[in-house]
Every structure is written in C-alpha cells, then in structure tokens.
C-alpha cells in the first residue's frame, strides 16, 4: 500500500506533461496549419526538430495556399518566379512587397496597319480575366457615344507583354457604358449601364469563354417583371460573392439620382437564370456612384469610395457582411490615419480595386472633387479586418497597419479615372486599360479630357533579400 501511495505521489514523466512531444510530424503539420504566421515562427523558436517542421516547404506551401488560394498557388508553380526558392521566402517577399512595375502591351501586328486590330479607346467600359483570356466589353467613346462591342485576348503565359485582340463578331448586349461584369468560375456577368440617350438599364447577360474559340452571351432569365430585380442605374459597383451569387450596390438611377441600395443576385445551378432579392440592413453606406467593391473573403465584400450626394469624392470603406444565417448587414470600417501622412490623397471616385496576391486590395487612379486624376497606387491589407463577429457598430482600426501607398518603378501610365482593371490567376499581375485622361486643349474642346487607348500590365514587385540568395539550392541556411 506504502509503494502504491509512493507511485502515486511521484512526479509525471515528460511524456505525461507534454504529449505533444510524442505527436508523429505528420499531425504537428495538420495543428500548425491551424495557426496564425506569427505562432508558427514562435513554435519554431522551442527546439531543433520543431524548427525542421516549422520551416518544412510543405507546410509553407500549404500556408500560401491557405492565404492566397489555390489558383495563385498553382500559377505560381507553374512561373519561373518560384525557381530555386521556397515557400517560406515565397511568402515573405508577398508579405514585404512595397512596389509596383508598370508595363506597355503591344499588339505583334502594331507595324502592319491592314492586319493591326484594336479596341478605340474608351471610359467606363469592362475588363475581365477569365479562362487565360481578356475580355473588353462596351463603355462610352469621343462624343459620348456609347460602344457595343466586344474584344477578347488570348494571355500567353510565356510571353505576356504581347496580346493580339479578336473581335467577337456574334451577337453581343446593346451598346451600354457605366455598366459592371463580373466573373463567376469561367462565366462573365454582366449587369446595367447607361446608352448614348441617357436610359439606364437594368438587364441581366451571361457570356462565355471558350478556349481559342471566341465568347458567346445571353441574356440571362430573371423571371417575369412582377419578380423583385434592381431599378435600371449605370456607373453602380458589382462583384461575385460565395461562388454563384453577385452583389451590385448605388449608382446613378433615372433621373440623375444617385442609389444608395444593395442588391444580391442568385444563380440557379446551370446558369440559365437567376433570382435577385434586396439586401435589408439597419446600417448601409450613403448612396453613390463611381465606387467598388471588391470580395475578400467567401463572405464578405469590400466597399470603397465614390461620388457622394453633394457630388463630394468620399473614402469610406464599408463591410458587406454575410453570415451563414442569411443575415445580410454593412458596417463601416473606421480609420486612424494618424500615421499616414499621405493619406489626404484617398478620396476618389472612377478608380479601380483589385484584390491580389497576399490578400490586398490594390486600389489605382481616380479623380478627386475637383476632377484632378491621379496615377497612384495604394493597397488595402484585409487580412486586417476579422471574418467574423462584427458589431453594427463599425469596427475601428489603425490606418497604418492596413494602408499603404506603393512606390512605382519603371514606366509610368498616365492618370486616369473610369479605366477598367483585372487581374490573372496568379494574383500577381493586373491588366488596365482606357480611361479618361489629361489631354492638349483643342480649340473647339471644352476641355482638356480625352478618352484613352493604352493597355498595360502593373506587376507586383516581390523584392530579393540577401537571405533568398542564401537559401538557393545548395546553399545553407
């Protein structure tokens, strides 16, 4: 009895007080996973064997794949961008990038006038990337004029600095500028706009790419007119949101008036039709026109910007909030921008917002109150904003740690506001074109704008340390 009481009073072995030193590596990888960047590298700090796995290329690999998504991940494997480094630095350089390279596309047949063939320039158009392919439709043209054709580009990984343009000759929607198109898997969507005599549209159409094989469209059943949809509006905001839903908020309404309503539409599983129902939230962000909005997450979308009521530039940023409950619900994202001394240049209105690679929205152009167009980049960190538990309240964050203004290197674009921006599977490289732009005072002009023509590519800068030239192969850490 005297050694049972001894046994009992002993102290536990070090299995017993930490069981996760007998934890086999393959289940140390699946709870690292599980947690934040900043956990892991502490982890690492314990002891050797928690340092190899810490630093292993598969659980980098699968951190990556966590953050960015599969898609980026994939196309980066497949670039020469990753070669002979690892996932960890992979990350690091995302995560550090401050910079911005802009570069001209040329058509391979610019010399031969007769076989040369490109999109006029144009303002408040769309540009998407889907199926390795761009896709131009619309907008509006010198003299006002709307535009109703569409242009499709094949995008050749191996050499992306050259597109030839294809106009697609089948039956495309009518003329229209101010309109939104939205890709949702390897469909377009595209929704509302303005004519050359002024009638907002609120029609629904539907295109698709084929590989090498042009785009088709169709107007997408939304039942009959009894049936909840959207008053027709132009230069509203849209984006794709849970994989078979969009949303489009504001824009300008009949008579001139400025909207201020959210609207979700639901496609059915083919993707012959859809069923739209009014987003109903005790806060929304004011109405307005100009503005976007950019998905982040499978249930939440970011709002930024725009042209208020007074005709004010805003730069507000608002949460679309879509919980499993069906609750749908704004709340405003609030800023400290004490810390960012730059930050007066942000209101703005025509610009273009595009979540990239390392979960940032890149935000480029625009104009502000008094019409001034800007050539700047800034990028948006929404790792920053929780995915889930939002008061009504709004949420307040310091500016500092969630913006920040990119430096650009290389060739510089004109500023320009109502362009059109997209970015490739990867993440890494946005295509932009057209837009409204500074131009010589021609003696009937009425002013000094014009429309432009010019596509180019801004690739993000993932910078190199002399710590990615140490971890080459072959050499040590």
Not at 250 to 272: A, H, K, M, P
Not at 408 to 435: E, L, N, Q, T
């Amino acid at each position: 009895m005297a050694a049972e009481s001894t046994r009992n009073s002993s102290p536990p072995s070090t299995s017993q007080s930490s069981p996760i030193i007998n934890l086999p590596d393959d289940h140390l990888l699946t709870i690292l996973l599980l947690l934040p960047v900043d956990s892991i590298l502490s982890f690492s700090m314990t002891c050797k064997r928690y340092k190899s796995l810490a630093y292993s290329d598969s659980l980098w690999e699968a951190l990556c794949e966590r953050e960015w998504g599969p898609t980026s991940v994939d196309a980066l494997k497949l670039s020469s961008l990753r070669d002979g480094f690892s996932w960890m630095l992979m990350f690091q350089r995302v995560y550090k990038m401050d910079s911005v390279c802009c570069h001209k596309i040329s058509d391979p047949d610019d010399d031969d006038v007769e076989s040369s063939s490109f999109p006029i320039p144009r303002a408040s158009h769309s540009l998407n990337f889907v199926n390795d392919h761009l896709v131009l439709f619309g907008g509006g043209c010198q003299g006002g004029r709307h535009l109703d054709d569409t242009w499709t580009s094949y995008v050749d990984k191996s050499n992306q600095s050259i597109l030839k343009w294809k106009k697609v000759e089948s039956g495309t929607p009518s003329g229209r500028f101010g309109h939104t198109c939205i890709v949702i898997g390897e469909y377009l969507l595209l929704f509302g706009g303005i004519n050359d005599r002024g009638e907002r549209l609120n029609d629904t159409w539907i295109g698709q790419v084929f590989c090498h094989e042009g785009l088709t469209w169709k107007l997408l059943n939304v039942g009959s007119l009894q049936r909840p949809r959207p008053p027709p509006r132009g230069a509203h905001s849209a984006c794709c949101i849970a994989e078979k839903k969009m949303v489009v908020h504001g824009g300008i309404g009949l008579n001139g008036v400025r909207l201020g309503d959210t609207w979700i539409l639901e496609l059915s599983e083919d993707f012959t039709s859809g069923t739209w129902h009014m987003v109903e939230s005790q806060q929304t962000p004011p109405p307005r026109s100009g503005h976007t909005l950019t998905c982040i997450r499978e249930n939440q979308v970011v709002l930024f910007g725009g042209r208020g009521l007074g005709y004010d530039v805003l730069d507000d940023v608002w949460i679309l909030d879509i919980q499993e409950q069906c609750e749908e619900k704004w709340i405003q994202i609030f800023y400290n921008f004490q810390d960012v001394p730059e930050h007066a240049s942000l209101p703005r209105v025509g610009h273009s917002a595009t979540l990239v690679l390392g979960g940032r929205i890149l935000i480029y152009g625009g104009e502000d109150s008094y019409r001034h167009r800007k050539d700047d980049f800034w990028v948006l960190d929404v790792k920053t904003i929780p995915s889930s538990g939002l008061k009504p309240q709004g949420l307040s964050l310091n500016g500092s740690s969630v913006w920040k203004k990119l430096d650009r290197i290389s060739y510089g674009p004109k500023s320009r506001s109502f362009h059109r921006a997209c970015v490739d599977c990867s993440g890494r490289f946005v295509y932009v074109f057209g837009g409204m732009v500074d131009g010589l005072l021609q003696p009937a002009a009425s002013s000094g704008l014009r429309f432009d023509g010019e596509l180019f590519m801004v690739e993000l800068v993932l910078g190199f340390s002399d710590l990615d030239h140490q971890q080459r192969p072959g050499k040590g850490m």
